[in-house]
């Protein structure tokens, strides 16, 4: 037999099994997800009244600096979602929730975590605002504090890092740096190259 046929013969035969391996791994996966979701559905209903709910500092952020309608229309988000339950769950899937607390408690708990991501999110709209006036002192309070309640967004630390080195204050990206790993970010290695890239500029211009 040509040795051409052979090496054909044989590429077709571990790509099969390749395949093969790869169908059977996926299967797996399949079947955990669905064993994982069945139990989920059978966990016990627990009380979720007691949680440790995030208390928002109204009397702490400077809302009397934002002037802008579109800052105005945040400020009163913000207050109207004090009065409001709320959760970090960004890292949770539903699964891991009803496993938790309950298939009972999903909906309420969906809502909770809803009201932290519009928290999350209006905390940011103000800080970026502040920013762009100029006034880096009144956006560190409101991106420092989603930093405190671990924020999801990825445009939060890139911000806050921007902040600290229009202020001078560099030294606090490392902090940010060191934090990174704990927050599970979608984006953390943009995050990183840019806060990075802060300090580089700094230690260049330090430099001279």
Request: hydrophobic share 40%; with cysteine.
């Amino acid at each position: 037999m040509p040795i051409g046929v052979i090496i054909v013969i044989s590429l077709s035969i571990i790509i099969a099994i390749r395949i093969r391996s790869l169908r059977q791994k996926e299967a797996a996966v399949k079947e955990d997800f669905w064993k994982r979701e069945r139990d989920a559905n059978l966990a016990t209903n627990r009380d979720i009244s007691n949680l440790s709910y995030i208390t928002i500092p109204l009397d702490k952020l400077p809302f009397d600096s934002c002037t802008s309608s579109i800052e105005l229309d945040n400020v009163n988000r913000i207050r109207d979602l004090s009065n409001k339950k709320l959760l970090n769950l960004n890292q949770k899937t539903n699964t891991q929730l009803k496993e938790e607390y309950g298939p009972r408690n999903l909906s309420a708990l969906t809502e909770i975590g809803e009201n932290f991501v519009q928290l999350e999110e209006a905390l940011y709209c103000l800080g970026k605002a502040r920013y762009e006036e100029g006034d880096y002192e009144h956006a560190l309070s409101f991106l420092e504090y989603a930093a405190s309640i671990k924020s999801g967004m990825n445009k939060n630390y890139t911000l806050l890092g921007d902040c600290y080195h229009a202020l001078g204050q560099d030294r606090k990206i490392e902090h940010i740096l060191e934090m990174l790993p704990l927050l599970n970010l979608t984006m953390e290695d943009q995050v990183r190259e840019h806060l990075n890239e802060l300090l580089f500029i700094h230690t260049t211009i330090s430099g001279q």
